[in-house]
């Protein structure tokens, strides 16, 4: 199940992320990825400005309803990244953990994008879902977010003009199993519909209590 959510970052923060990433150094995506199907640019995991731009972008995702009631995050971790022309990356799954160190690493139960570059700023670039239904296109406007099981096969295709500028990332769910997550999501959205629309329905508290009860079963500890 893929989702997208928008404006997890306002325009004033997405203006100031591209100000500050124009300025910062990127290193040859090669070195956390195979070569000749990786080719892109990520930051370093050092820079004084950098924890702060990522900071900025964790806190608009854990503000989002729709991204904590998806992936149940326990640990986020983020990267930015830059595609010029005719840069790509090939289809792939991510890795099982990622991290800058083996103890500091997060399972990847779900990864996301963050789109930081308008869309009308460059051609191509399109995070191209590949699953038995069909291939599925994402190009979201800056400061949207699309949200995805790590287990999905997925690449991103070459820029022809302009540069696409991007967070990536990646969260360790308190619910590991994709079924399992997708089906709490479902029922937290069913939760809040009935809140919304029949607040004094007495099967509300009954619900609630199924739900609650169930991700009690489903969370590691």
């Known amino acids: 199940m893929l989702i997208t959510i928008p404006d997890v970052l306002s325009r004033e923060e997405t203006a100031k992320l591209r100000m ?3 300025r910062t150094e990127f290193r040859d995506g090669t070195a956390t990825g195979k070569k000749g199907l990786k080719n892109n640019l990520q930051t370093e995991q050092t820079g004084q400005q950098l924890p702060q731009l990522l900071q900025t972008v964790i ?3 854990m503000r989002a309803d729709g991204f904590t009631m998806y992936a149940l995050p326990r640990k986020l971790h983020v990267v ?8 790509n990356y090939g289809e792939h799954i991510d890795a099982a953990l990622i991290g800058p160190s083996q103890d500091r690493a997060v399972r990847s139960d779900v990864s996301f994008t963050v789109f930081l570059s308008d869309p009308a700023s460059y051609e191509g670039g399109e995070l191209v879902m590949v699953t038995p239904y069909g291939e599925h296109f994402c190009k979201g406007p800056a400061g949207s977010v699309v949200v995805y099981p790590s287990l999905v096969l997925h690449r991103v295709e070459p820029v022809r003009s302009g540069t696409r500028l991007a967070a990536i990332g990646w969260a360790q769910s308190f619910v590991r199993d994709p079924l ?6 479902e029922m937290d959205k069913l939760r809040r519909d ?14 609630g209590r199924i739900h609650q009860n169930t ?3 489903w969370t590691d500890n």
């Open 80 to 87: 930015f990244n830059r595609y010029e022309i005719g840069m």
């Open 180 to 185: 399992q997550r997708e089906m709490a999501y």
């Open 215 to 217: 991700l009690r079963m």
């Open 194 to 207: 009935l809140a919304r629309d029949l607040p004094n329905s007495p099967y509300l508290e009954r619900f």
């Open 20 to 22: 500050e990433l124009n």
């Open 59 to 61: 806190n608009g995702l």
